[in-house]
């Protein structure tokens, strides 16, 4: 490769001649293609410059600099001609009037398949931008358990778009940077190929955070200046000692990656001043037994910090890697990191996953693809088990390199785990039907519950019943996509019909209620409806209701033409004012006259309920969200509580207050005031004279001077609650006012 042993593998950005873009790529594919394979390259190269002709990208260069740039990147990691071939052709499917049969005849299925896994779904259009990303990074995980590769031209892809993304706009930039960080980076990491994860993160964190980017950059070039010296000793040290032990060694110390460091500061609290391991030793030898031997040759050296030593080559990651992790004391007193591997593991090391493809090393590197293999077949099972694009998704991420923990089955294989991961977790890590029927578990020979949390070299048997099925409180406990996607598999399975039948009976009985029959709704009014939720098809509106997911009355009303709806509506409020009336709470004016109901548009036949998180009062801007069991539950725009519920347009209720809403409504607001005697009944007298009353006081004595005191008071509206708040700030003894939410 073109990297030396003993340093991390570079991915120099490739600047294409003008006069022959290809001319870098040649040079990269001659050192390790025979000159036929370079001539079959060319052809595809000659196809792709054809089909992109006049294209430019956003920077005005010719588009097909950009598939050149990406097979340049795979020719580093020196990949096979189909791949280089699938680089260049990546683009043609989607941007280009080539088709998928078209490259299969004049390459082959092999290329023409690993082109069609790359391209986006064009031809589909979605609501939303999310679903679409969602159902294309589908696609993309389809496509590379067929085929691995079709995973490392796209993120050799991602590597040249990120270099190249300064012609973008910002907030462009941040969304595909943050998309990086999230998908991309992690699965170079699982894959195990280093060299572009580092610079994935490095590139993305730069454009995402520029500011802490740079302050963290400058910090590092300080600091390196600081500790030169240092590490030019320590490096020269393990060298003098392991020649002098007769063992022959490449040693080579490097710094840490900005990225690598922000995480770290992230994760821990901590400031860059206490961040003092900034460099990591890496040293190479010839075989295992050496590994070990130079460990201890090491330790004599300097004194290794107890609980941070880790043996990768006994126990691999789940990418592959492998290599002896120890962290001692140095010689100025700071930790200090050594890596000890064999050339072999630090080319896969760098490399990872691609390392199966390199030319003429005679490398085995059978664990790092089977671990592959295995992570990819986990997300075709993640796919057959159903779901839309956006949970597949969201099991993808909850999969893509956790911190992990390793533990024994009975018979004494290994099983990696996320971090966290529970007895269930393990249980359906061993097999989806011992999942399904796990009743308990045996850690270290003693019985606890299937929620009980993994620990680092736990011994687990998990005890099943045929009777036995998963339970919906799982999804609170499981922590790996395998065990969460089986759980709600399983769930709707059986729960579906149940949920259709109840959702029917529900929604029946509030059609009745509005004058309807749910057996003469038309075709058209349910196909409406179907849209209107972003629904499939009846049943699953049905099941929706069922579950509690949807208000049955909200529907009905969608399900009524809007031209009966309206009449109905009116004659149907005046039938449920009663039963609304009675689940909110009466508005007594002051002679003790009962007022009409709470009136808020946009709730008409429905219970409704004020948040008592917020409390909202006329005047306030306000959401409505549908609550099984609670009716509309009402919030404030401001709310902190409904981030959440946002999300779910299919629960929000267009709400506003009635003009004519009127009555005394509870709203709490803090005011800090001297502590001196009289102060409280001061401010309560104030109250009173605003025409408010106190329903509640809490106070809290702070620092002796002053004292927070807060009120629950009733308010006409908003304006009133303004009126108030200006006279408690007038007085001499108040320091401060507000009002209290959330």
Not at 207 to 215: I, Q, S
Not at 506 to 528: F, T, W
Not at 612 to 638: E, M, N, Q, Y
Not at 718 to 726: F, G, P
Request: glycine letters at 6%; aromatic letters at 6%.
């Amino acid at each position: 490769m073109a990297a030396g042993v003993g340093e991390v593998l570079r991915l120099p950005p490739v600047k294409p001649a003008l006069d022959d873009p290809c001319a870098p790529l040649r040079a990269l594919l001659q050192r390790y293609m025979s000159p036929e394979e370079v001539v079959r390259v060319r052809d595809a190269y000659a196809l792709a410059f054809a089909a992109h002709g006049e294209q430019t990208r956003r920077s005005g260069e010719p588009y097909i600099h950009h598939p050149v740039a990406v097979a340049c990147i795979l020719a580093e990691l020196q990949l096979d001609i189909f791949t280089i071939q699938a680089a260049l052709l990546h683009d043609v499917i989607e941007d280009c009037e080539i088709s998928k049969e078209s490259l299969a005849e004049q390459f082959g299925p092999e290329v023409a398949e690993m082109v069609d896994g790359v391209s986006k779904l064009g031809q589909v259009r979605f609501e939303t931008r999310e679903e679409a990303q969602a159902e294309n990074f589908r696609k993309m995980f389809l496509a590379m358990s067929r085929d691995i590769r079709v995973v490392l031209i796209k993120l050799a892809d991602r590597l040249h778009n990120m270099r190249t993304m300064g012609v973008m706009t910002p907030e462009k930039r941040r969304r595909i940077s943050r998309e990086t960080l999230d998908i991309y980076a992690p699965i170079a990491q699982r894959l195990g190929i280093h060299a572009i994860r580092i610079e994935l993160e490095e590139l993305a964190f730069s454009h995402l955070y520029p500011k802490r980017w740079h302050a963290l950059n400058e910090a590092i070039k300080a600091a390196r200046g600081n500790r030169k010296e240092a590490v030019h000793k320590i490096e020269q040290a393990l060298l003098d000692r392991l020649h002098q032990e007769g063992f022959e060694a490449q040693v080579s110390g490097r710094e840490k990656h900005v990225y690598s460091i922000y995480s770290k500061m992230q994760k821990k609290g901590m400031a860059f001043s206490a961040i003092l391991d900034l460099h990591a030793f890496r040293v190479i030898v010839a075989d295992v037994d050496t590994c070990y031997r130079v460990l201890g040759i090491i330790h004599s050296l300097y004194r290794p910090i107890p609980g941070r030593f880790k043996d990768y080559i006994a126990i691999p990651k789940s990418n592959g890697y492998q290599s002896l992790h120890t962290v001692l004391l140095g010689p100025f007193g700071h930790p200090v990191e050594v890596q000890i591997r064999t050339e072999d593991m630090h080319r896969v090391a760098e490399a990872g996953v691609a390392a199966h493809w390199l030319y003429k090393t005679g490398m085995n590197h059978a664990h790092a693809e089977s671990q592959a293999r295995a992570w990819l077949q986990r997300l075709l099972e993640l796919q057959t088990q159903g779901g839309d694009s956006q949970e597949f998704l969201e099991s993808v991420k909850l999969d893509l390199f956790p911190d992990e923990v390793y533990v024994f089955t009975p018979k004494g294989k290994i099983l990696s785990l996320p971090r966290g991961a529970t007895a269930v977790d393990f249980a359906y890590a061993v097999h989806t039907d011992i999942g399904n029927q796990a009743v308990a578990a045996r850690i270290n020979d003693m019985y606890v519950p299937l929620r009980s949390l993994l620990s680092n070299g736990d011994k687990v048997d998990i005890v099943t019943a045929a009777s036995a099925h998963p339970q919906p409180g799982w999804l609170d406990v499981v922590v790996t996509a395998k065990a969460r996607s089986s759980v709600r598999a399983y769930l709707k399975t059986i729960q579906r019909e149940d949920a259709e039948t109840l959702g029917r009976n529900l929604l029946d009985k509030a059609l009745q209620s509005l004058g309807g029959d749910y057996q003469q709704i038309l075709p058209d009014d349910l196909q409406r409806v179907l849209t209107t939720f972003n629904v499939q098809d009846e049943g699953q509106l049905l099941a929706a209701i069922g579950m509690g997911e949807m208000f049955p009355l909200v529907v009905a009303h969608k399900l009524l033409p809007e031209e009966d709806d309206r009449g109905r509506l009116a004659q149907t409020a005046r039938r449920l004012g009663q039963a609304v009336s009675q689940l909110l709470p009466s508005r007594l004016n002051r002679d003790g006259a009962t007022k009409k109901p709470l009136l808020i548009r946009g709730t008409e036949g429905l219970p409704v309920t004020l948040a008592r998180c917020c409390r909202p009062i006329p005047g306030d801007p306000i959401l409505g969200f549908i609550s099984a069991g609670k009716g509309v539950v009402v919030h404030t725009h401001d709310c902190h509580n409904i981030r959440e519920w946002r999300k779910r347009r299919d629960r929000w209720v267009d709400v506003q207050w009635d003009p004519e809403a009127h009555g005394d409504f509870p709203v709490t607001i803090r005011v800090v005031a001297e502590s001196a005697r009289g102060v409280l009944a001061r401010i309560a007298t104030l109250i009173s004279d605003e025409d408010s009353n106190i329903d509640h006081v809490d106070i809290e004595p702070q620092d002796g001077l002053y004292t927070g005191i807060t009120f629950t008071i009733l308010a006409h509206d908003r304006d009133h609650l303004a009126k108030i708040m200006r006279s408690l700030r007038s007085l001499p003894m108040v320091s401060r006012v507000q009002r209290v939410k959330n």
